[in-house]
């Protein structure tokens, strides 16, 4: 077992809120600089053969993220899965939308090699190696985009959003799910502890991400947040997953090189610890929607029993 327990993930949720639009402020960029696309994509090319049994986080935010589909009425001809790793999300929307497209695109080659090659007799995801930042797809071509757990590692957001709105259809909706600024807070706490550099990524918060969507152009987007916590023995274990997973550090600001067990070892006393001695890691999920150019009301209403 990677972790303490799974359950943590469902038990531990905080609360949520929900921002609605209109969402506005300073638009800005993550650290483009600091963000080593060429390591970002070595890392998950790495993690693609041992990605599925160690991202068990990343598989419940993706099943989150798709339960959301049930509340948006859409017939997509053309579905895109961005950031699909092995592509847990390309395959739902293959199953959810019969006689749709769908294309699983990604930075990392291994990562699409591990959804295997179309066949006749099996209908698969087209698999498609490109940056999110600069989509090799037509205008208007996409009438769903899904992503998860990937807008993290797109440090230039207003590119982002510009080329999923060109991209989306007129009356296409986008829904992703990314990592907001309290992930991995406790890990972050813990190395600040031990020295100055960068061990732990910048996150946009979901005004960061609301007012992108917003700036290029998306229209209605509404963004909310949960924060999932996981349960370790001990933070090696945290700091193993995330680099089996590929999620280690590609800031081009990292110290290089191997660290020394006794830096580890002052990272893992320095970790916070709850009262039954257990390290809890923090996610911050940020979930997001919008549509192409045109609001369409297609989106279900639920009646709530009012109840005096
Ligand atoms: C944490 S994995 C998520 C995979 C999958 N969506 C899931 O939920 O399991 C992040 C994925 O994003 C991809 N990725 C990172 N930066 C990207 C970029 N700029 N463009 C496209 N894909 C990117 C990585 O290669 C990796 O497969």
Redesign the pocket.
Known sequence: MPFNGFQSITTLVCWQYIRLHPITGPERCIDVDTLD?SA??RA?NRAAAE?DRH?VL??Q??ERLLSRLDYIRCQPRVAL??????G??ARALLARYRGCRVIA????RT?LQTIGRPRPWRRIAQRVQ????ALPFADASVDLLV????FQ??GDLPRLFAEIKRVLSPQGVLLFATFGPDTLKELRQAWAEVDDAVHVHEFADMHELGDAMLNAGLVDPVVDTEWLHVSYAQPQTLMRDLKV???GNASSRRRRGLRASETLRRVASAYPRSADGACLATYEVVYGHAWGSQLRRSTVSVAFDRRS
Do not use: I, N, P
């Not at 695109?105 to 990392?108: E, M, V």
């Open positions: 696309k970002v994509r998950f990605y991202a990343q598989h935010v993706c899965d961005l950031g699909a790793g092995t847990q999300a695109a990604d930075l990392s990562m490109c940056d999110a930042e992503s998860a757990s990937t590692w797109c997973v590929g999620a």
